[in-house]
C-alpha cells in the first residue's frame, strides 16, 4: 500500500505562486505512475499534471506553462509548483498513485490540500 500526505496549500492573490508537496511511503514509490488532480466545489475531479516513474510528465492544457510536476524517488517526494495562479485554480488538490499488479489498475489518494486564489 502507499500513503500520501500532501501539504503547501494556502491562500494567495491571483499571479502568486504555490509549491504543493507530497509525501509518499512504501517500498514500490519510485515505480508508480504519480500525478496530482484537483477538485473545485461542485465540480469533477479534473487531472492536473501527471509523471511517469523515470521523470516523464503531463499537463492538462488550463495549466501549461505554469505549473511544473516532478518528483524525487530517493527522498520519496512529488511536488507541483504553481506560478501564475489564476482565481479559477482555487480547488482541493490531491496527489495520486498508480500501478498495476497482474493487469488490474490500483490507486491510492492523499487527502487533499486547499489552494485559494482570490482575484
Known amino acids: 500500500q502507499v500513503l500520501l500526505v500532501e501539504s503547501g496549500g494556502g491562500s494567495v492573490q491571483a499571479g502568486g505562486s504555490l509549491r504543493l508537496s507530497c509525501a509518499g511511503s512504501?517500498?514500490?514509490?519510485?515505480?508508480?505512475?504519480m500525478g496530482w488532480y484537483r477538485q473545485a466545489p461542485g465540480k469533477q475531479r479534473d487531472l492536473v499534471a501527471t509523471?511517469?516513474?523515470?521523470?516523464?510528465?503531463n499537463y492538462a492544457d488550463f495549466v501549461k506553462g505554469r505549473f511544473t510536476i516532478s518528483r524525487d524517488n530517493a527522498k520519496k517526494m512529488m511536488w507541483l509548483q504553481m506560478n501564475n495562479l489564476k482565481p479559477e485554480d482555487a480547488a482541493v488538490y490531491y496527489c495520486?498513485?498508480?500501478?498495476?499488479?497482474?493487469?488490474?489498475?490500483?490507486?491510492?489518494w492523499g487527502q487533499g490540500t486547499q489552494v485559494t486564489v482570490s482575484s
Open positions: 509523471i511517469t516513474s523515470d521523470g516523464g510528465t
Open positions: 512504501g517500498s514500490r514509490f519510485s515505480s508508480n505512475a
Open positions: 495520486n498513485a498508480n500501478w498495476v499488479v497482474a493487469g488490474n489498475k490500483f490507486n491510492s
